[in-house]
């Protein structure tokens, strides 16, 4: 009887033992668990900074059909183009830019930055900076980039954009020059889901109750307006509304007597340096008979959201779309 007991003694003290091995292995694997979270995070974030060095040297043919070679990734770069500084804040690169043109206001960040010139770029500034890469484009004089490029400065220059898939191209390139094509192409594919949303609700408006949209880019004395193969008629195609010059191309100035035969249905002024522009089109002389101004059609877009190729434009589009078809769009 005594063995037996010591037996069952024996036995049970064994079970506990194992027992609370297991519950200590369990917790351990728990506090291991646990303790691996923030290394893991930190290992995964490593990966990504990796992949973006690894992607380098990278060559990249720019808007001018030249090869640019970028030896490694960029940390410190200049845009002297408003619209590639914009597609650059939104790739998460502000703190990269140590510099911008004159005519940079967006993000608001960029007034902190150097100013390097507008129309004419102070390019020993430029260099002093030493950058190690810089943004353009085709409207910035080309001997003050190639003197940029004679410093040993890779500049990446953005082709014409007239639509959306241009504009696409500039950011698919500008990510693939920076290190951040993997963001460039989470941009483009927000884009695109926006625009196409846009789109779904365009198709609300029937053919005939299109709307005629004259479009004024600059005021009196000088009249101008935009034709096809601009964005701002590509927006207004995109939202179902007729450009009433929309068979002229680019940039055109009209009279007065032009503009009147086209009596709008709504004109949209698409100007920032002017105080009360929209009042100033709606009380015109001669103007009375035009629909747009009966109707108090008239109003005042930001012009850089319309006709600056980032990642703003779905916003203009979409800000003209609530102008133009408020009981639509604005929904």
Aim: proline fraction near 4%; aromatic fraction near 6%; hydrophobic fraction near 40%.
């Amino acid at each position: 009887m005594k063995k037996l007991y010591s037996f069952l003694l024996i036995l049970m003290t064994a079970i506990l033992l194992m027992t609370g091995c297991a519950s200590n292995d369990d917790t351990n694997k728990d506090q291991a668990q646990d303790n691996s979270s923030d290394p893991q995070t930190e290992e995964t974030e490593g990966e990504d900074a990796a992949s973006d060095e690894a992607a380098f040297p990278v060559e990249i043919v720019d808007g001018t059909g030249e090869k640019v070679t970028i030896k490694a990734k960029p940390e410190k770069i200049v845009s002297i183009i408003p619209s590639a500084t914009e597609i650059a804040f939104a790739l998460d690169l502000g703190e990269q830019i140590i510099g911008v043109s004159d005519n940079d206001n967006y993000p608001e960040e960029v007034a902190d930055k150097e100013k390097v010139g507008g129309m004419e770029l102070n390019i020993e500034k430029i260099i002093s900076l030493e950058p190690e890469l810089v943004l353009a484009d085709l409207m910035n004089d080309p001997d003050g980039l190639q003197q940029i490029r004679d410093a040993g400065i890779p500049v990446l220059v953005a082709g014409e954009a007239n639509n959306f898939d241009d504009v696409y191209e500039v950011i698919e390139m500008i990510g693939k020059g920076t290190g951040t094509t993997d963001k460039a192409t989470e941009m483009i594919d927000g884009m695109k889901s926006d625009l196409a949303a846009l789109q779904e609700k365009a198709k609300k408006i029937e053919k005939d109750d299109e709307k005629n949209v004259f479009v004024e880019v600059s005021p009196e004395p000088e009249i101008y307006t935009t034709g096809k193969n601009t964005f701002m008629d590509e927006l207004l195609n995109v939202i179902h509304a007729k450009n009433v010059a929309g068979e002229e191309e680019g940039w055109i100035k009209l009279n007065e007597e032009a503009i009147l035969s086209y009596n709008p249905d709504v004109v949209i002024v698409a100007y920032n340096y002017m105080e009360d522009a929209e009042d100033a089109v709606l009380a015109r002389a001669g103007w009375e008979d035009v629909q747009a101004i009966k109707d108090k059609q008239v109003f005042e877009i930001n012009e850089d959201i319309v006709s600056r190729p980032g990642p703003r434009l779905v916003e203009g589009a979409e800000e003209l779309a609530k102008a133009i078809y408020p009981e639509v769009f604005e929904n």
